[in-house]
T-cell receptor, first 114, second 115 residues
Framework: DQQVKQNSPSLSVQEGRISILNCDYT??????FLWYKKYPAEGPTFLIS?????DKNEDGRFTVFLNKSAKHLSLHIVPSQPGDSAVYFC?????????????FGTGTRLQVTL | DAGVTQSPTHLIKTRGQQVTLRCSPK?????VSWYQQALGQGPQFIFQ???????QRGNFPDRFSGHQFPNYSSELNVNALLLGDSALYLC??????????????FGNGTRLTVT
C-alpha cells in the first residue's frame, strides 16, 4: 500500500518560472512532512519540512503547503533555477512509540530549462 | 565534518550469496536507518538502529538483518540473495528520534547488483 503518492513522475519548467510539485498521502498519523532532493549518484538531501499542525512553511525560494483535509501537500519553487533539476521525493514521518519511520513517495523528476 | 559514509559504493553478487554493507553515521548522530531504493521507486524503509538495538522494522524478510556497533556505525546483511534484491541501499543517520526538525542525513548509497 502506497501511503505517500507522487502522481507526476516528471515535470519540466522554464527557468524563472514557478515549479509546483504535488504529493498525496493516506495515513492520518503522519506528524511531519518533508521534501528531499536527489541528484544522480548522490543520496537524498533534506530540503524543507512542515509539521502536521501547520499549513505553510517557507524557506527562501522554497515553500511547502499542507492541506490536511485533502491529505495533500505541495512544494513551490520560485523562481526555478537550472540547479534545481533533480528528483524530488515527498516523505512523511510517523512516530510509532519506539522509533520514527520515514515513508517516501516515488519521486518527481524536475527539469528546469533555460 | 564528515557526513554519512557508506562502503562499498558498488557490489556485484550472485544469487544465493550473502552480502554485508557498511555505514558510518554523520558525526554526532546516534541513530542509523537503512533504506532500499529500487529503480524508479522511492526509498523503502528496512529498519532503524538505536543504542545497538533494532527499534523499528519495515516490510522486509528476515534475510535482511543488521547490527549497530558501540561507535554508532552499522552493517546491513542480506542472506540468500535474490535477483530482486538488486537496488541502491541507502544509509541515513539522525540524532535520536528523527522529526521534521531533525531530518535524516543520507549517504550516497551502495549499488548492489545480483546476477
Amino acid at each position: 500500500d502506497q501511503q505517500v503518492k507522487q502522481n507526476s513522475p516528471s515535470l519540466s519548467v522554464q527557468e524563472g518560472r514557478i515549479s509546483i510539485l504535488n504529493c498525496d498521502y493516506t495515513n492520518s498519523m503522519f506528524d511531519y512532512f518533508l521534501w528531499y532532493k536527489k541528484y544522480p549518484a548522490e543520496g537524498p538531501t533534506f530540503l524543507i519540512s512542515i509539521s502536521s499542525i501547520k499549513d505553510k512553511n517557507e524557506d527562501g525560494r522554497f515553500t511547502v503547503f499542507l492541506n490536511k483535509s485533502a491529505k495533500h501537500l505541495s512544494l513551490h519553487i520560485v523562481p526555478s533555477q537550472p540547479g534545481d533539476s533533480a528528483v524530488y521525493f515527498c516523505a512523511a514521518t510517523e512516530y510509532t512509540g519506539t522509533a520514527s519511520k520515514l515513508t517516501f513517495g516515488t519521486g518527481t523528476r524536475l527539469q528546469v530549462t533555460l | 565534518d564528515a557526513g554519512v559514509t557508506q562502503s562499498p559504493t558498488h557490489l556485484i553478487k550472485t544469487r544465493g550469496q550473502q552480502v554485508t554493507l557498511r555505514c558510518s553515521p554523520k558525526s554526532g548522530h546516534d541513530t542509523v536507518s537503512w533504506y532500499q531504493q529500487a529503480l524508479g521507486q522511492g526509498p523503502q524503509f528496512i529498519f532503524q538502529y538505536y543504542e545497538e538495538e533494532e527499534r523499528q522494522r519495515g516490510n522486509f524478510p528476515d534475510r535482511f538483518s543488521g547490527h549497530q556497533f558501540p561507535n554508532y556505525s552499522s552493517e546491513l546483511n542480506v542472506n540468500a540473495l535474490l535477483l530482486g534484491d538488486s537496488a541502491l541501499y541507502l544509509c541515513a543517520s539522525s540524532l535520536g528520534h528523527a522529526t521534521g526538525n531533525s531530518p535524516l542525513h543520507f549517504g550516497n548509497g551502495t549499488r548492489l547488483t545480483v546476477t
